[in-house]
Each structure stands twice: as structure tokens, then as C-alpha cells.
Nanobody, 118 residues
Framework: QVQVVESGGGLVQAGGSLRLSCAAS????????IGWYRQAPGKQRELVAV???????TYAGSMRGRFTISRDNDKNTVYLQMNSLKPEDTALYYC????????????WGQGTQVTVSS
């Protein structure tokens, strides 16, 4: 079992920055990858960025260059630095932790709200 706790959301003006944190606890040795997803009202949940256990990263096209995902293995925490925020970035941001190799299991956090005002 892995527990997931997100933090760092809030209200920011367009062009501003926020840093989200995703802290993992429990069976962290089994973590395969950690990703950030977001869901805006009336829209499907979408990928923002993912970082693997080896440190490789993947970004959704619209976020590349503005968002940076990183991890602190000592703290079992993944960060999402979001710069040049736009009103369309407003959403509930979720952290997903994937564990295992052959038998994958996903753990989701409760989400943290990001609101970007114009």
C-alpha cells in the first residue's frame, strides 16, 4: 500500500507560478513512476507529466516548457513546478503513484485545486 498526499495548490494570477508537491508513504520501494494529472470542470482527466523511478520524464505537449516535474528520493516526494500559468491551467491536480513491474497498481491522491485568474 502507498499513501499519496498532494499539496501546494492555490489561486494565482495569469503568468504566475506554483509548485505542487506529492508525498508518498508506505511501500515506497515498489514505486514504478509518479505522475501528475489534472481535471477541469466538464473535461476528462488528462496527463500533465510523469517521472519514472529512473528519473526519465514525460510531459503533455501543452505543458512542455512551462512545467517541470522533479523528485526528491530522500523525501519520497515529487514536485511539479508550474510557470507562466494560464487561466486554462485551472483544474484539480491529482498525483498518481504507480507501483509494481508485472502487476501494476495505481494509487491516487485527493487532488489539489489550482485556479489561475486572468
Amino acid at each position: 500500500q502507498v499513501q499519496v498526499v498532494e499539496s501546494g495548490g492555490g489561486l494565482v494570477q495569469a503568468g504566475g507560478s506554483l509548485r505542487l508537491s506529492c508525498a508518498a508513504s508506505g511501500s515506497t520501494f515498489s514505486i514504478n513512476s509518479i505522475g501528475w494529472y489534472r481535471q477541469a470542470p466538464g473535461k476528462q482527466r488528462e496527463l500533465v507529466a510523469v517521472i519514472s523511478s529512473g528519473g526519465s520524464t514525460t510531459y503533455a505537449g501543452s505543458m512542455r516548457g512551462r512545467f517541470t516535474i522533479s523528485r526528491d528520493n530522500d523525501k519520497n516526494t515529487v514536485y511539479l513546478q508550474m510557470n507562466s500559468l494560464k487561466p486554462e491551467d485551472t483544474a484539480l491536480y491529482y498525483c498518481k503513484i504507480r507501483t509494481g513491474i508485472s502487476a501494476l497498481q495505481d494509487y491516487w491522491g485527493q487532488g489539489t485545486q489550482v485556479t489561475v485568474s486572468s
